[in-house]
């Protein structure tokens, strides 16, 4: 196998039939060393894996959860995908991404999500403003967006208000919580960027950040050990179809959180 290296990205090629980790490994540490927010295996030039060969992405694992490491995986030929599912550690665990375009937009978008949630502060807020969660997340719709920033605009017109704008982006719970959701990310990225203009135009104070969880729940109960919000606003779904979600949402929500949360469902 030939292992070469470029920028953030380290590059495989040939057949994988053995543990290479002590190889990867030294191009890997080298590499975070130059870009620290992340690296990418593609992993294209493949031609074939074995079981063997798939422990090398066990051994990154274990490198990974031990130096809380940034590293996807991308391009995987669907053979060698199936010979690295066969791992069950591996399966469970490795962030995959379908390119190296959408592994490094979501590598950017972790670096990012790290700053959080000191990211994108417009102004100083003034010393009595009030802080307000608003919680965005992937499954919403515009409409549905606008009416949790309607509420939290009015709010923010009665007193000064430093509005925490979180977008939860919710990772299915068979994926590591890193993996690539170019869809997801790209949705989320949206959500946020047309939030912001909304607190902007209205000259409110705001932070904002985009949180990957499972559920919005536990997001929100991460998101307030941080910051001392005594109120929460989060849109629900107008779908009628989706009334079972809403109401599972409404209470894992109040099952978490202790402060006061405003559920808006736009009509």
């Not at 080298?30 to 074939?48: M, N």
């Not at 894996?49 to 391009?75: C, E, S, Y």
């Not at 950017?108 to 997340?137: F, G, T």
């Amino acid at each position: 196998m030939i292992i070469e290296s470029y920028e953030d990205v380290i590059i495989l090629s040939g057949a994988l039939r053995s543990n290479f980790w002590e190889a990867i490994h030294t191009a890997i540490s080298l590499t975070l060393k130059r870009h620290p927010s992340g690296v990418i295996i593609d992993c294209s030039g493949l031609s074939e894996a074995t079981p063997d060969g798939a422990d090398t992405f066990r051994a990154a694992m274990d490198f990974i959860q031990k130096h809380d490491a940034r590293i996807i995986v991308a391009a995987v030929p669907p053979a060698v995908m199936e010979v690295l599912k066969s791992v069950p550690e591996v399966r469970s665990q490795l962030a995959v991404a379908n390119s190296v375009e959408a592994a490094r937009r979501s590598l950017d978008l972790l670096h990012e999500d790290s700053d959080a949630p000191v990211k994108k502060k417009k102004k100083h807020a003034p010393e009595n403003a009030r802080q307000l969660i608003v919680c965005l997340y992937t499954g919403t719709s515009v409409e549905e967006d606008d009416a949790a920033m309607n509420i939290a605009g009015k709010i923010a017109d009665s007193q000064p208000t430093e509005v925490h704008l979180v977008c939860v982006l919710l990772v299915p719970r068979h994926l590591p919580l890193t993996s690539p959701l170019e869809a997801s990310e790209i949705a989320a990225s949206k959500a946020v960027q047309r939030a912001e203009q909304y607190f902007a135009v209205r000259d409110v104070t705001y932070v904002s950040q985009v949180e990957r969880a499972r559920d919005v729940a536990s997001a929100l109960a991460d998101v307030l050990t941080a910051v001392d919000a005594p109120e929460v606003v989060l849109p629900l779904m107008r779908d009628p179809l989706k009334k079972d979600e809403n109401l599972k949402l409404v209470e894992s929500v109040l099952a978490r959180v202790t402060r006061n949360v405003i559920f808006v469902r736009g009509g």
